[in-house]
């Protein structure tokens, strides 16, 4: 699983994934040759007293170096490189599936969690690659060659590497393998604060206008606490690496010069030898504690890989044919439809039958959380029925293309949503080929028109994020434009005009019926003066299709419609 995703999002870099490492064993190479090259000068060159061979060996270390330079900046530029674009398109990919998640697949989602995913997951993982590419070869490659080196050099002193290497290891391993659920634990305790932070801020004027702030500032403090004393935990675990390390490079340093110094004297090592052996020792250890320290931050980002391909193995419940119908009439047909959002919930809709026919406005109405909206999102297929079957024009909603349903159904949502960015941008988002006379036009039925004309920038003006500088009814106003912009065969509109007052009301239902004569109109509403013109009116109860008819038959039929009725009578006249 693991190896097939770094295969898939490193595969379009492969060249640079073949050439990166022959960078690194270019630097590997050069850093084992040095210690070797300074043993030659101290026994050959100093210690015979030739200078010439001290200058010539010396000038060769010079070019190595040099090439050293130049293979490791190779390398930081090219891991930076592989990683850079490994992220940017692992960030792309993501997000692409989870926008072709269905509104199903996404109700188990939480925002926070999702963002968290496409930002600090993708970020850790991003570092491991460039981590990966800069020291992943590099590490091990120099460890087995000092080793050998350090061998060749002076294997009387071997010994000592070999004890420190185990004992090394040996520690190194504990203190990853315990630490390693710190930092798990760290991460889940960052989810949880960015959870926190996210709801906050996107809930600010909910938390003000409840004076809820000494509440949330508490539950900020817990999930901070939680987050510093996971971090403080794992840190703590990795801080012991250092000094360990130390004193195993003191005892190293001293052993090899307490022995080394003996076998000087018994004439079976030269001092360079030991130079040499003490510098590959030094390298050694460095490897060591980077693979340690690599190895922890590998731990860290499966646990992101892991997180992430949580969301690339899901199936989008919802799939669509290919075939695209440009021509939807607008006859609409439920036939005995049932519908619940989880296989253990109950069933929120139950066997809903009805027909509406092309250029019909079908009023809904009944008790709030009766299954109004449910029953509207059928039409577009932003759920699909658990039983039954959603037709339009006597063809089920499952055989048409996404874009066949997008393009032709326009569903108004209850709450309004807008986007950062231009008036007519938003208005546009409905069908972005639309004309600015089309943009005027929708905005113009939608009632629109007038408040934006009085803005100095017309259709120019900046809207904030959500369309908080507008009110209520302008958001609302705006986004109906957004819905008729399209020309939609089929119009949905989910409680869209309640901040609207009666007459901008009646105005937009006038200008719905005059400009979209051919449009099948649905209007969700809580007021019986929305839907009171409309040419029939279903009457949900507990998702349950009760009466059918127009207002006068319900009045006359439907004790339920009638007492909404009654209720509202005295407000509405
Ligand atoms: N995404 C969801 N997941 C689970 N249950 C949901 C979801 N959306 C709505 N429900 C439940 O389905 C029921 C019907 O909700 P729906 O929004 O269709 O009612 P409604 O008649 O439109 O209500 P209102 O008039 O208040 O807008 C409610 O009990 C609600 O709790």
Known sequence: MLYKFFVKYLKPYKKIVFIAPI???????????????????IDKGLGAGNINYVIRIGFFMCILSLIGILAGLSTIYLSSKISQNFGGYLREDTFKKIMSLSFKNLDHQSPSNLIIRLTNDVTQVQNLILMSFRILVRAPLLLVGSFFMAFFTAKSLSPIIVILVIVITVVLYIIVHKSTPFFTNSQKALDRLNTVLNENF??????????????????????????????TKASLATALIMPFLMLCVNFGIVASLYFGGQFVIGGTLAVGQIVAFINYLLQILVSLLISGMLLMNVS???????????IHDMQPDITYKTETVDNIKGDVTFDHVYFKYSDNDEYILKDINFDAKAGETVGIIGLTGSGKSTLADLIPRLYDTTKGKVLIDNKDVKEYSEKSLRSQISI??????????KLNTNIRYGNQSASDIE?????????????????????EK???????????????RVSIARGLVGEPKILILDDSTSALDAKSEALVKEALANEHKDTTTFIIAQKISSIKTADKIL?????????????????KSSELY????????????
Not at 202 to 226: L, M, S
Not at 566 to 572: A, F, H, I, N, T
């Open 300 to 310: 860290r980002a499966i646990v992101s890989v892991k997180r992430i391909i949580e």
């Open 562 to 573: 009638k007492e909404i009725y009654e209720s509202q009578l005295g407000k509405e006249a």
């Open 462 to 476: 900046f809207i904030s994020q959500k369309g908080s500088n507008l009110s209520g009814g302008q958001r609302q």
């Open 412 to 421: 108004v949502l209850q709450k309004a949503i807008l986007f950062a960015g």
């Open 539 to 555: 009457v949900i109860d507990a998702g349950k299709l009760i009466s059918i008819g127009t207002h006068e038959e319900l009045l």
């Open 439 to 459: 943009v005027e036009e929708a905005a113009e039925t939608a009632q629109a028109k007038e408040f934006i004309d009085k803005f100095p920038e017309k259709y």
């Open 202 to 231: 996107t809930g600010i004027r909910a938390v003000k206008a409840f004076v809820r702030e000494d509440y949330e500032i508490n539950k900020f403090d817990k999930k901070n606490e939680n987050l510093y004393s996971s971090s």
């Open 23 to 41: 960078f690194m064993l270019t630097e590997v190479i050069v850093d084992l040759f040095q210690p070797f090259l300074i043993q030659q000068i």
